[in-house]
């Protein structure tokens, strides 16, 4: 059971626009950061977001990412069919003094 | 930036291992590194973090407190994780990780901005 709340997987088209949330709590994503990782099968994670909604050099404007008091969403849009992997939020949690993740979520087209 | 994981392999229940991980393309002792683990077929779970610098803070999730044990030696631009009394949950893909991590008022922030490619630990008997 994770701390972050993830949909274990979200469907759309191709050129359409996908949302992932990740639900938290007051001592996590209520109070810290929130970071984005995407990972293809049999790969390392890469970083997607950080902070919120800051993209590394290198990560198209197609992601984006948001925060309102204890959630937080990445959205993707143009979907491409390279974008089909999972994606995992993380954060420091001050109770746990640890970063916590998500469960993950598959992204697929339709 | 490039982190290479290292010291993965088959142990037998209660058994350790240690694992490495040498950075280069960044000036490693400025930064906090940790290690991440992804057992087959499940999501990333954090295992660890040590402070940049001396490393005089490191964290640890409580299943594994007590058992790992992580540390770096600058001068190799290596991070390290000890693992002891290993147990068959602890079977994993182990990733390190350079942690932009920050700590402030005792409370922190950061995020993981690169990742080694992984070494993979199999507890079994």
């Known amino acids: 059971q994770s701390v972050l709340t993830q949909p274990p997987s979200v469907s759309a088209a191709p050129g359409q626009m996908a949302t992932i949330s990740c639900s938290g709590s007051?001592?996590?994503?209520?109070?810290?950061?929130v970071s984005w990782y995407q990972q293809f099968p049999g790969t390392a994670p890469k970083l997607l977001i950080y902070e919120n909604n800051k993209r590394p050099s290198g990560i198209p404007d197609r992601f984006s990412g948001s925060k309102s008091a204890t959630s937080a969403t990445l959205g993707i849009t143009g979907l491409q069919t390279g974008d089909e992997a999972d994606y995992y939020c993380?954060?420091?949690?001050?109770?746990?003094?640890?970063?916590?993740f998500g469960g993950g979520t598959k992204l697929t087209d339709l | 930036v490039q982190l290479l994981d290292s010291g993965g392999g088959l142990v037998q229940p209660g058994g350790s291992l240690r694992l490495s991980c040498a950075g280069s393309g960044f000036t490693f002792n400025s930064y906090a590194m940790g290690w991440v683990r992804q057992a087959p077929g499940k999501g990333l779970e954090w295992v660890s973090t040590i402070s940049g610098g001396s490393g005089g803070s490191t964290y640890y999730t409580d299943s594994v407190k007590g058992r790992f044990t992580i540390s770096r030696d600058n001068s190799k631009n290596t991070l390290y994780l000890q693992m002891d009394s290993l147990r068959v949950e602890d079977t994993a893909v182990y990733y390190c990780a350079k942690d932009r991590l920050y700590c402030s008022g005792g409370n922190c922030n950061g995020y993981l901005d690169y990742w080694g490619q992984g070494t993979l630990v199999t507890v079994s008997s």
């Open positions: 007051s001592s996590n994503i209520g109070k810290n950061y």
């Open positions: 993380g954060t420091w949690d001050s109770s746990l003094s640890g970063v916590v």
